[in-house]
């Protein structure tokens, strides 16, 4: 009865944006979060091939017509992502809720194949060399599969987070989403090379001249330049000159003792990796960089928060970012806003005719000599609650910034009270109240009127806005567990998490594991945090103390957390496998 009453809220308080038409009847109840790069434009420029997660689909469209020439209805909550076309122009959409790849005709619709590859899939590409596809996987299976069908050839192990995949010569490369890290592998699936985007410097007292770095989080998006270089483009964490606090405006972080650059704690960014990495010339200036395309000529940004692709020429993906406060350069982008929504995909055509996808009309629109849009069939979409997820603040940051897709930068951040991990939203919100740390929000619109209006400086939020928060939040799905676990450890695992004698259930009870209660382990007094899809959200406890789950049991570990001190290593990573299933 819960999930009826959800559904229904949710269809009523959706407000269409200022501009748009009304929708001809309520819209589906949109229950994905904005991750972006979900349209390609084939090699010969005719089709545009798009993911469309709002309505479980899949489109192929001419852009000399606005012919639809495939549409593909999808199972509901397949949540098709990241496409690549082979050399046969078939096109693979990893399906991330499905766990599935699809493989296609664009021309007639035509599935070609649809199998099983992971529990969640993420990123794609195919190789040439090989004719194999690659699927990256967010449970940290890399899989390669013949692009004609088939089953997987191999599986390799590269850890949990996996997120784009780019075939670069001879050799893959895969990224990581939270932690930034660009893993390459040879032909036998031998580690060549791991390299995080380097930090820069910014200055925290520009009266002293004291620097401290800003640090790479959540890597949206990687792709190969037209000269074989990878582009990401990911957000960083700035050095604070002071704790976050949660006055009006607090996470603006301006200091009111000294003169610093003030810009917030969050900054988007892009980094090359060729021989040597370098990031580029500070451009963006809004936040959620979630794609990016790149021509010859130009360079195309859509940051979600603020509804725009930023377009620049490709000159400046020459100058490396000096500048000490991460001012904008001398040369601006143009900021494309056809006020259309939220854009979520953006590429290039041959002829370097910029392509823009915006699923809630949904539209496609062709910037070219003569402009045009392309109404795509479908209803229309929207959520008041996602557009305010994803909406910038007074400061250039969105609750998506902290919480992307959902769920969680992995950091930890100073506040006046303390260090706090941020905690992640996905996997049933509303039966995990009351939130934050120290249990002092007791409600989903206290905690949005808090943290967004006050503390980003967002404004005031509408009724629509409140009301439709915690359903549409409760509707994302949990992190995956991995596809291939030992069953086995997990059930010897489970028994040891329900015997009494370990004390966890004494705490990690019922359906969410947990008694939402506040109690102290040894840590100080803290909300007890729910252990679905825990195994994807290290680091772990509220100061980010234990950077795995074996951490947890041993160098963090406390009498009063558990009686755990005294199980084997074999028990401790069979009880961890559990941990790792939930």
């Not at 195309?300 to 000490?324: F, M």
């Not at 260090?419 to 939203?425: I, Q």
Request: aromatic share 6%; proline share 9%; hydrophobic share 40%.
């Amino acid at each position: 009865m819960r999930h009826l009453i959800v559904i229904a809220l949710a269809a009523c308080t959706t407000t269409p944006p200022e501009g748009h038409p009304p929708a001809a009847e309520p819209p589906p109840p949109w229950g994905v979060s904005i991750s972006g790069g979900t349209m390609i434009v084939m090699r010969d420029g005719a089709r545009a091939v798009i993911g469309d997660p709002d309505r479980d689909r899949v489109l192929s469209v001419k852009l000399a017509t606005g012919a639809v020439s495939a549409d593909i209805a999808l199972d509901p909550g397949s949540e098709p992502g990241r496409l690549v076309e082979d050399g046969a122009h078939r096109i693979h959409i990893v399906l991330r809720g499905s766990g599935a790849l699809l493989t296609f005709d664009p021309a007639t619709g035509k599935t070609i194949a649809k199998r099983s590859v992971c529990s969640e899939p993420r990123g794609v590409a195919w190789e040439s060399a090989t004719d194999l596809v690659h699927v990256a996987c967010a449970t940290g299976e890399l899989v390669s599969m013949p692009a004609a069908g088939g089953a997987p050839v191999r599986t390799l192990e590269l850890g949990r987070d996996l997120r784009d995949v780019v075939v670069s010569g001879a050799n893959i490369v895969v990224t990581k989403f939270r932690f930034p890290e660009v893993i390459t592998i040879d032909a036998t699936g031998a580690i060549l090379t791991s390299v995080k985007p380097p930090a820069v410097n910014r200055f925290l007292n520009l009266e002293t001249g004291t620097t401290a770095e800003s640090v790479p989080t959540v890597a949206w998006r990687t792709i190969a330049l037209p000269d074989g270089r990878l582009i990401m483009t990911h957000q960083r964490k700035r050095p604070l000159p002071q704790p976050l606090r949660v006055t009006t405006g607090g996470y603006g972080n301006e200091s009111t003792t000294i003169r610093t650059c003030g810009k917030g704690p969050i900054e988007s960014a892009l980094t090359i990796f060729g021989p040597d990495p370098f990031p580029v010339a500070a451009f963006i200036q809004d936040a959620l960089p979630i794609d990016i395309a790149a021509s010859a000529d130009q360079v195309a940004v859509i940051t979600a928060a603020t509804n725009r692709v930023q377009l620049i020429s490709s000159a400046i993906l020459a100058r490396p970012d000096d500048s000490a406060c991460g001012d904008p350069t001398t040369e601006q982008p143009t900021p494309v806003d056809d006020k259309l929504g939220t854009p979520t995909s953006v590429a290039f055509t041959p002829a370097n005719e910029l392509i823009v996808f915006y699923p809630e009309l949904p539209a496609l629109v062709i910037h070219a000599a003569t402009p045009r849009t392309i109404k795509l069939p479908g209803r229309f979409g929207y959520s008041s609650a996602r557009a305010l997820f994803h909406r910038q603040g007074g400061v250039p940051m969105a609750c998506a910034s902290c919480h992307p897709e959902g769920g969680d930068d992995g950091q930890v951040w100073p506040f006046e009270f303390g260090p706090r991990r941020t905690m992640n939203l996905r996997g049933g919100i509303l039966a995990r109240a009351p939130y934050h740390w120290s249990g002092d929000m007791p409600d989903i619109p206290t905690l949005i009127e808090n943290v967004f209006t006050k503390r980003m400086n967002g404004g005031a939020l509408t009724r629509s806005e409140n009301l439709s928060m915690g359903p549409w939040l409760d509707r994302l799905r949990a992190p995956a567990p991995k596809t291939n676990a030992d069953t086995t450890a997990i059930a010897r695992g489970q028994a040891l998490f329900l015997d009494p004698a370990q004390g966890c259930i004494n705490c990690h009870s019922g359906p969410m594991y947990t008694t939402n209660q506040l109690v102290d382990v040894g840590r100080g007094i803290f909300k007890v945090p729910s252990l679905i899809g825990v195994g994807a959200r290290a680091p772990y406890l509220h100061d980010g103390c234990a950077a795995t789950l074996m951490d947890r049991f041993t160098t963090c570990a406390h009498p009063s957390h558990g009686n755990t001190a005294n199980l084997s290593a074999t028990q401790l990573t069979d009880l961890i496998a559990f941990l790792e299933s939930l």
